[in-house]
């Protein structure tokens, strides 16, 4: 039963496709600041107004007509089954109040690369447009990085080692059910 857990999970591991998981930074800075004097501490409220931005640009990610705009500029399919698996789609951190990253999974490095450049050119768009002040400037500018993308591949030995255990297991309750099953046929033969 180990051997067969095993190879099970060595063969499963073998064929299980990679993936590329992929990773955008994005830098949200303040610029056109409106000069006010009775402001002593702007530069305190410029980073407060950051994160409540940054927290709009992450709200983006959980749009699904955004997330559509972004595959669509890529040209790329969305193979939508369900909403909420469209919306998770990309994960958001906000790992200071001006900077967020955004990271999602392809099969394809290609792919993966059209999506990462859809996903900058979407988000500094929608950034332009939606954060100007009563006279039209930008009061944020949002800069993503080049898209850092790596090959995952299934852990051969983690597997291998969760197989070993699962035969372990899976052969003591064998065992014990065989035996049950066995000391139960013996017992009721005794009685008759």
Known sequence: ?????????????????????????????????????????DGYYAIQASDLFSQTVMSWFMTPSVLLEIYEKAGIDPMIVSLEDFGGRFKTKKYSPQNIVVRYKERDVQTAKKIGQAIIETVQAKASVSNQSSDNQALFEVIGSKPVIVEKKPNLWLNVIIGFLSGVILGIIIAYLVDFWKNGQSTEKNTT
Do not use: G
């Open 1 to 41: 039963m180990i051997v067969l857990a095993v190879v099970v999970s060595l063969i499963f591991s073998l064929i299980l496709p990679k993936y590329y998981d992929s990773s955008i930074s994005f830098a949200i800075n303040r610029i056109n600041r409106q000069t006010t004097t009775e402001y002593q501490f």
